[in-house]
């Protein structure tokens, strides 16, 4: 029976892990070949976890942003349903009739019974099954049946909200242990917790509309908003950080931004970012090769040139060492300065001393 499956959801928002064996549970009751779950902000799917051809159907819709031409979850909001339907009782015939049903065609699907589910954190859950056409139409009573579960959904949906915002909190506060400003902003890129020390970096991470962080400096904020992005949207997303100049009345910092993740089955809590602030200040301590490329891509031949010249070395000296010419050594730095956002050579090499703090 199906309310078997409502021990299985709610272990699934503590162990995400055990979201596909829901899927493949309901999918096998309902008669269907197989499941999603997809998470939209507003209309824009920023998670998605997908059994068997429902995988393969959902990875063609997102490709190359396909889903911008679905017209379902508009419809939804201007008629929210509360619970499962079927797909052909629900949308109007325009909006099935799209290049979305085409794919599913494709792949041999055909009918799908499904819902929507807002959460807390203003995102929207979307669950569906698909049926194989040869296997013919959902049996009469599914919906009411699915209905037990949509509750269970509901309130897993919370329980794994609440339990993203303890560990934002946890991580925020450890960091101000160190000594480390510090916030995590949701899936959605705004705000979910931050520490008192990031109040003494104000100046520096801005607040922006909807709860967001930004950098005041047009060029440092356009490379923070990219990396948020790409932590919020993929799930193998790398840190980054971002190096932020001195000005008159602040000193120069770095930066990070780092994906906070529990497991690519993690529907519900999906994506964190954690942005910390370090400051930067001159050290007699040159960070590791490893360390430069991994802070600000730098190339090989890049790093070992800002490494010597972080070890005190002049250009000329550098380029001597790297075996490089002059002209070379001066393409290299022009590089380096455009990826660490310094212009002088006595900044960079402050920017890069400071860097071994982290």
């Known amino acids: 029976m199906l309310k078997d499956v409502a021990d299985d959801i709610y272990e699934a928002a503590f ?24 998470v939209f ?30 017209g379902r979850i508009p419809f939804f909001f201007g008629n929210p349903l509360s619970g499962f339907v079927v797909a052909d009782a629900y949308f109007p015939p325009e909006i099935l009739g799209d290049g979305t049903l085409e794919l ?22 979307v669950f569906i099954l698909n049926r194989l056409r040869e296997d013919g139409r959902f049996g009469p009573g599914l919906t009411r049946e699915l209905n037990g579960l949509y509750p269970h959904f509901a309130r897993s949906a919370y329980l794994a909200a609440r339990l993203r915002m303890e560990r934002a909190l946890s991580t925020v506060a450890a960091l101000q242990a160190l000594g480390v400003p510090a916030a995590v902003l949701s899936a959605k890129g ?35 908003q990219e990396a948020i992005m790409a932590a919020q949207g993929d799930q193998a997303a790398a840190a980054r950080s971002i190096p932020v100049p001195a000005e008159a009345d602040r000193p120069a910092m770095i930066v990070h931004v780092v994906p906070l993740r529990r497991s690519a089955s993690d529907i519900f809590s999906g994506a964190a970012t954690l942005i910390a602030a370090v400051t ?16 600000f891509d730098l190339t090989p031949a890049e790093v070992k040139l800002a490494a010597a010249l972080a070890g005190g070395s002049s250009l000329q000296e550098a380029a001597a060492q790297s075996g490089i010419r002059k002209s070379t050594a001066r393409t290299h730095l022009d590089a380096i300065f455009r990826k660490t956002g310094t212009t002088r050579q006595g900044q960079l090499v402050a920017l890069l001393k400071g860097a071994q703090l982290v």
């Open 190 to 224: 705004r705000v979910m917790a931050s520490n008192a020390l990031i109040e003494t970096v104000s100046h520096t991470l801005i607040p922006l509309a909807f709860g967001g962080l930004g950098l005041p400096r047009p060029a440092a904020n356009k490379l923070l």
């Open 15 to 38: 162990d995400p892990e055990r979201w596909p064996r829901v899927i493949d549970r309901i999918s096998l009751h309902s008669g269907a070949d197989s499941g999603a779950m997809m």
């Open 41 to 70: 902000d507003n209309i824009r799917p920023i998670r998605s976890l997908a059994t068997g051809r429902s995988a393969e159907l959902w990875a063609q819709v997102s490709q190359a942003g396909r889903w911008k031409e679905d």
């Open 104 to 125: 599913a065609h494709a792949l041999g699907l055909d009918q799908q019974v499904g819902t929507i589910i807002p959460m807390p954190t203003g995102e929207l859950v």
């Open 280 to 295: 930067v200040s001159a050290s007699r301590l040159v960070p590791s090769l490893q360390v430069l490329m991994g802070l």
